[in-house]
């Protein structure tokens, strides 16, 4: 009895165990970083302003976090607009690992650090800036995407 109990279950196990096993190594790519991806308008004639803004805000703060380990790069993707309802603009995040963006109390007051830091370079200029957002861009949402590597 003891001896069939056993059997029974190393043959559950390996049941259990070989399909996960072989799901893992049947994909056809190895996986990269993850990166976060934010979709932009902006308004007629004012692209320029937006990238200035941003130049003293976004790409500040994402300077100090590649300084600070928080992300691992950064970019800025300038094209036209397909049409009315498109974006031009794609700001780009670069993370190790989606446990990257899992909360984490140390790593969040190294974020609000930076966002001090720059508001304190800035002044009012910060206020200012970011408020004028809202009135010259357009934000078509968020996107989530991990880079992966075909084998």
């Known amino acids: 009895m003891k001896n069939s109990c056993v059997f029974f279950l190393s043959v559950l196990l390996i049941i259990l165990l070989f ?14 970083t993850v990166w976060s991806l934010s979709f932009i ?7 320029d302003d937006y990238l200035k803004g941003i130049k003293n805000t976004w790409e500040a703060s994402m300077k100090e976090a590649v300084k600070e380990g928080l992300i691992k790069s ?4 300038l094209g036209q ?8 603009i794609i700001l780009m995040i670069e993370y190790e690992k989606l446990a990257s963006l899992d909360s984490d ?7 609000e650090a930076i966002e ?18 809202e009135i010259i861009r357009q934000w078509f949402g968020a996107k989530l ?3 992966i590597y075909l084998k």
């Open 19 to 32: 399909p996960i096993q072989n799901l893992a190594q049947d994909t056809p790519y190895d996986v990269g």
């Open 74 to 77: 950064y970019k800025i993707l």
């Open 145 to 147: 995407m991990r880079e």
């Open 116 to 133: 001090q830091k720059i508001k304190d370079k800035m002044k009012d200029e910060y206020q200012k800036t970011v408020q004028n957002y």
């Open 105 to 111: 109390p140390v790593r969040d007051k190294k974020w």
């Open 41 to 47: 308008r902006t308004g007629v004639n004012v692209e």
């Open 81 to 88: 607009a397909a049409n009315q309802e498109d974006f031009n």
